[in-house]
């Protein structure tokens, strides 16, 4: 008790003083808008991001607030649980009125908030983690109002620098083996569709379950079509028992692999000499001066570095909902700050750091009628027309100590080549 | 069709060595052992040790037998397999299943063996961890059969399948023209009348569970040489073998052997018309199938 007692003063104390230090650019507060936010702080990797969503507040409090208001992140737990997750969604929007939630990080957990509060509500909600492709899917049939958005990419883009691959390589017929479940049906989807409009044909898509006494009938499937390379949507367990079984019945070298094969065992039970024109995609971090700005920023604040899952995603999300309750001015409903999420994200606006100093600009520029690009902890953010955001990626292969990068694309080319598809 | 058929076989020798141990096994202690299966792993690893000493001892060993992946060394370790998990599968009678058959009834030894199928799974798990290990690193390639239609064979495979052959009609001669046979059977049929007539019934418990444990280890070390070996073998498999003794009916060894076989053909037949996310089912639907149409199986006789 004593012990947080004083931790509690040392956060005031490091409040005051960071608010002291910038008072005098500061605007006065004489008001406090609230914001919700839905996120697992039970579980021990949860507490860090809501952390940082309050790391994000700080600052933009230091910035003198959002349109003259302080705000107040109200934080509930979600458990990792639906149902308690929706229970603490609701009871931000109806009992402390909030126009924005932040979360949920669990696809599971975020779908049914979207549906059953955030929109019946026409209330914003902003998640740092959710990767599923249903929610696409939910926004192109027009059931979320444009009022979902999301810093974490989803599968899609693991999709789309694989048939990129397989387009580069000059490959014109790939069969698929992917993992039969959520996420492998997901890939198996979405890949199916790039490669289709990239030309290239898919000879077979076939689903392998894990622990099967033998995967010698789904191969000979897959093997039927003659393809030219194989595209592997695998854990490693059954990864390599099926590449094994691929390789031996003769099927192709030319390999592309998701990030999920990225593993030793796989590398050494399959055995390097055959993986020699493998090539496997992974989502990356970008390489620019925000996302190093944000680690340094973080280290600072935390003393240690952003290492946890959706760490950054955490911190965009956050900030990109201030920075358009911003642009939406004061007393802006869900719908109208979901508007305004455009503003802050123009590829053509003016360019914004992501902290207090970028935020003051931010208003600056807003103020004016223009509109900014906020540069932040993944890069430069830009949501397309279902909320989604996209990642770089890399492209690499096994070499004999692990893995090498064979490739970088930047957010930007990732989103070209993502939009040419389309 | 055809290179369907003929995977179906090469698993189904897996399945029938697994079967025949545990079809024994279910028919002379009268209860369904979910831990026969792990026995597969037991067998699988062993031989994985066993290869392993004997190639760092004896370099001789560890080429390879012609066109198969398999060594000398593996041959032994095989043998030596066999031999360790038929002890084990007496130790655990010991230990575990004479105990509880002595105070509880059938379905104490059914969760019985529930339990000792989840110790001896997490144990082979912290003993060897619980990545994925193979005989040989080398990957053997398949041998083309035919080019119209395709037909592709791996050596290994039809070494597998030669050597069940092989252990099954040993197995059917030891049982058909050998005293020790007719006592087997006669236990089999009905242990008081077998007692009755000067048979020993623990020793026959005993070699039920050595000849059980052999075979269920052959049959891990071949499943591990045409797939991978992890500490999940037995919970894979243990569906698919328990099909196969269902469809062969309870105690009968040739029922178990010829439904090794035909689980494994429909398993691998059905994904002509089912997608493959759907294999998983095909033991389920074969045990259904058969309770519903032929409750005693192909083979098995009615009991009360």
Redesign the interface.
């Known amino acids: 008790m004593k012990k947080l007692n004083n931790s509690k003063l040392a956060l005031t104390l490091g409040t005051s003083i960071g608010l002291a230090m910038v008072a005098g650019s500061a605007m006065a507060q004489d008001c406090t808008t609230k914001i919700g936010a839905v996120l697992p702080t039970s579980v021990d990797w949860g507490r860090p991001i809501a952390e940082t969503a309050q790391f994000a507040v700080d600052q933009v409090n230091a910035a003198g607030g959002v349109a003259g208001c302080e705000i107040e992140m109200v934080l509930r737990d979600t458990q990792v649980d639906p149902k308690v997750g929706v229970d603490a969604a609701k009871a931000l929007v109806d009992l402390d009125g909030v126009q924005v939630l932040l979360g949920a990080v669990s696809s599971g957990v975020s779908m049914p908030i979207l549906t059953s509060v955030s929109v019946p509500s026409n209330v914003m909600q902003m998640s740092c983690c959710s990767s599923s492709t249903a929610f696409t899917k939910l926004a192109e049939e027009g059931n979320t109002d444009g009022l979902f958005f999301r810093t974490f990419a989803t599968t899609g883009v693991q999709a789309a620098v694989g048939a990129k691959v397989a387009a580069d390589q000059g490959f014109s017929s790939v069969a698929i083996l992917y993992k ?1 479940d959520d996420w492998g049906q997901d890939l198996n989807n979405l890949i199916a569709r790039d490669f289709e409009a990239l030309g290239i044909t898919v000879t077979a898509s ?4 894990d ?8 191969v ?2 897959a ?2 079509g003659s393809p030219e390379a194989l595209y592997l949507g695998l854990y ?2 059954e990864g ?2 099926a590449v ?2 691929w ?4 099927g192709t070298q030319n390999m592309i692999m998701a990030n999920s094969l990225k593993s030793d ?1 796989f590398r ?4 390097l000499q ?1 993986l020699g024109s493998a090539l496997g995609t992974d989502t990356a971090s970008p390489r620019v001066a925000s996302a190093d700005a944000f680690v340094a920023a973080y280290i600072d604040r935390f003393d240690s570095e952003p290492n946890g899952p959706g760490l950054a995603n955490s911190y965009d999300a956050t900030m990109i909902a201030l920075l358009a309750m911003e642009a939406a001015g004061k007393d802006a409903t869900g719908d109208q700050i979901a508007a305004s999420v455009a503003s802050v994200t123009d590829p053509n606006g003016t360019p914004v750091t992501a902290d207090t100093a970028g935020f003051a600009a931010a208003r600056d520029v807003l103020a004016g009628g223009g509109t900014v690009m906020y540069q932040g902890a993944t890069g430069n953010v830009r949501f397309d027309a279902n909320g989604d955001v996209s990642a770089p990626a890399v492209v690499w292969k096994f070499t004999e100590g692990g893995t090498e990068e064979v490739q970088y694309l930047s957010l930007t080319e990732v989103d070209d080549f993502i939009a040419s598809l389309n | 069709m055809i ?2 058929m003929l ?2 076989i ?2 189904g020798a ?2 029938s060595l697994g079967a025949t141990g545990l079809t024994m096994v279910m028919h002379m202690l009268r209860f369904a052992n979910f831990s026969h299966a792990e026995l597969l792993s037991i067998g699988a690893y062993s031989a994985l040790v066993f290869d392993a000493i004997f190639k760092s001892a004896l370099p001789v060993f560890a080429t390879q037998i012609g066109p198969l992946s398999m060594t000398l060394a593996l041959g032994l370790a095989m043998i030596l397999a066999m031999g360790i998990t038929g002890a084990s599968a007496v130790l655990f009678d010991r230990l575990v299943f004479r105990r509880v058959r002595e105070k509880g009834d059938e379905l104490s030894m059914v969760f019985a063996s529930f339990g000792l199928a989840l110790i001896i799974r997490n144990a082979i798990g912290l003993i060897f961890g619980l ?2 290990k ?1 005989y040989s ?6 041998t ?1 059969l035919s080019r119209d239609p ?1 037909l ?1 064979v ?1 050596p290994d495979q039809l070494a597998t399948l030669g050597i069940a052959l092989v252990i099954i009609l040993a197995l059917h001669l030891t049982l058909s023209r050998t005293n020790f046979g007719f006592a087997l059977r006669a236990v089999a049929e009905n242990p008081n009348l077998a007692q009755v007539n000067g048979i020993n019934l623990q020793k026959m418990i005993v070699t039920v569970w050595v000849l059980g444990g052999g075979l269920a280890a052959l049959a891990g070390v071949f ?1 591990g040489l ?3 070996i ?1 500490p ?1 073998i037995g ?3 243990v569906l ?1 073998i328990f099909a196969a003794t269902i469809v062969g009916g309870i105690g009968s060894i040739y029922g178990a052997l010829l439904g090794g076989f035909i689980v ?1 053909l429909a ?2 037949l059905a ?1 002509l018309i089912l ?3 759907y ?2 089912s095909v033991p389920f639907l074969i045990i259904l199938a058969v309770l519903l149409i032929r409750p005693n199986g192909l083979f098995g006789e009615a009991r009360t």
């Not at chain 2, 690193?137 to 398949?142: L, M, N, R, S």
């Open positions: 039969n076939v689903a392998i379950n622990g099967q006494p033998s995967y010698r009938a789904e000979t499937q093997l039927s490693p367990a390599t028992a094994r079984e390789l031996s019945l003769g065992d050494e039970n399959v055995g055959y | 290179q369907h995977d179906g090469l698993v897996i399945l990545h994925t193979l690193q080398d990957i053997v390639f398949a083309v395709l592709l791996k499943y045409s797939n991978q992890t999940t919970r894979d498999l698919p494994g398993a691998n994904l997608p493959s996310g294999s998983p």
